[in-house]
């Protein structure tokens, strides 16, 4: 069985600061890249950073020096590391393995950045 769990969300005031966790199966983990998205209410699901399996990273525009992404491979996990959140920011923030036809996605986690 294939797992992608995120974790880590959660209510955070403006120019606060969180970081998620996506824990995946090492079957889809290993050697491939990673991706953290994002779908705030009424909007498309969006990506945010992704990470190659030899640490080749990219990041949107509007989260350019705000957010870090990183992996440990030893765990089969990824990171982002959120701070100067804003409002605008608030969303349900799902990881992907971008495998296969449809790539694997987790369950998703929200967001909030609200005082």
């Known amino acids: 069985q294939v797992n992608v769990v995120e974790s880590g969300g959660g209510l955070v005031q403006p120019g606060g600061s969180l970081r998620l966790s996506c824990a995946a199966s090492r079957s889809i983990f290993s050697g491939n890249a990673m991706g953290w998205y994002r779908q705030a209410p009424g909007k498309q699901r969006e990506l945010v950073a992704s990470i190659t399996a030899y640490m080749y990273i990219n990041y949107a525009d509007f989260v350019k020096g705000r957010f870090t992404i990183s992996r440990d491979n030893a765990k089969n996990t990824v990171y982002l590391q959120m701070n100067s959140l804003k409002p605008e920011d608030t969303a349900v923030y799902y990881c992907?393995?971008?495998?296969?036809?449809?790539?694997?996605w987790g369950q998703g986690t929200q967001v909030t950045v609200s005082s």
């Open positions: 992907k393995v971008p495998l296969g036809p449809r790539g694997y």
